[in-house]
């Protein structure tokens, strides 16, 4: 991963409803959304959606699959996963401890956002 990977992923996300869309699909993993269910969730007209999508998938932060006449898209997790890993490979070199509570802080999110999953 390179530099300008991460700057055209964190650029993409840094409009509103990109972002929006970007957790919204990390919430209907590993299924992901139809193109038309998420512009209709998001309230936004389908040929915007498409354009914020497109971008999304430029990232490589999103994959978008064709089936017949709908389209897909879900969250290209291991890519996501390789983005943040490349931003805290250097984390905190000199504080271990530091390093160590971040890792369980994502831990305990992704357990809370498990157990939400679960009760609804």
Request: proline share 4%.
């Amino acid at each position: 991963m390179k530099d300008a990977d991460v700057v055209a992923a964190f650029s993409a996300l840094g409009q509103p409803k990109r972002l929006e869309a970007f957790k919204l699909l990390l919430t209907r993993e590993p299924d992901g959304l139809h193109a038309g269910d998420l512009a209709r969730i998001m309230d936004t007209p389908f040929n915007t959606m498409s354009a914020h999508m497109a971008i999304l998938v430029r990232t490589g932060l999103v994959s978008a699959a064709k089936k017949g006449r709908y389209i897909t898209y879900r969250v290209d997790i291991p890519e996501f996963v390789r983005m943040m890993a490349y931003l805290f490979k250097d984390c905190c070199a000199s504080r271990p401890d530091l390093r160590s509570s971040l890792f369980d802080e994502f831990s305990r999110m992704n357990s809370k956002s498990k157990s939400r999953a679960k009760t609804s």
